[in-house]
């Protein structure tokens, strides 16, 4: 075979840029720490920041479902903290692997929204 590697080009070892982005969005979007030292906007970082609304546990290390919060959405603070087996946030819920894209987006290709958390199209 000539010692050269060939690598799996195949569709099923390919990994598109969408379900690269999907992976990242759902497994990383406001959950790994930011870096960056200098001021910048949050709301447009896709790392999580101290004291973030937006900050979510990892799914993967955490174990909760997209249901909110009973505590939390009644405005309390939850007494179970990272332990507690809900969601305690919009982006906790609606980017939890069990609810994100799962329905339609209203706007449909008129979106304009930075992180929607409904699908676009068939």
């Known amino acids: 075979m000539g010692g050269f590697?060939?690598?799996?080009?195949s569709t099923s070892a390919r990994l598109t840029?969408?379900?690269?982005?999907?992976?990242?969005?759902?497994?990383?979007?406001?959950i790994l720490p930011?870096?960056?030292?200098?001021?910048?906007?949050?709301s447009s970082c896709p790392f999580a920041h101290p004291s973030e609304k937006a900050k979510r546990r990892n799914v993967r290390t955490h174990i909760?479902?997209?249901?909110?919060?009973?505590?939390?959405?009644?405005g309390d603070e939850c007494l179970l903290g990272p332990?507690?087996?809900?969601?305690?946030?919009?982006?906790e819920s609606w980017l939890h692997p069990q609810k994100y894209r799962t329905l339609l987006c209203k706007d449909k290709d008129k979106c304009t929204r930075a992180v929607c958390?409904?699908?676009?199209g068939a």
């Open 64 to 74: 909760y479902d997209c249901e909110m919060c009973p505590s939390v959405a009644k």
């Open 117 to 120: 958390f409904f699908a676009h």
């Open 5 to 9: 590697y060939r690598p799996d080009t």
């Open 17 to 30: 840029a969408y379900d690269f982005y999907l992976t990242c969005r759902l497994y990383c979007y406001k």
């Open 34 to 42: 930011c870096s960056r030292r200098t001021p910048h906007e949050w």
């Open 83 to 91: 332990s507690c087996p809900h969601s305690h946030n919009v982006f």
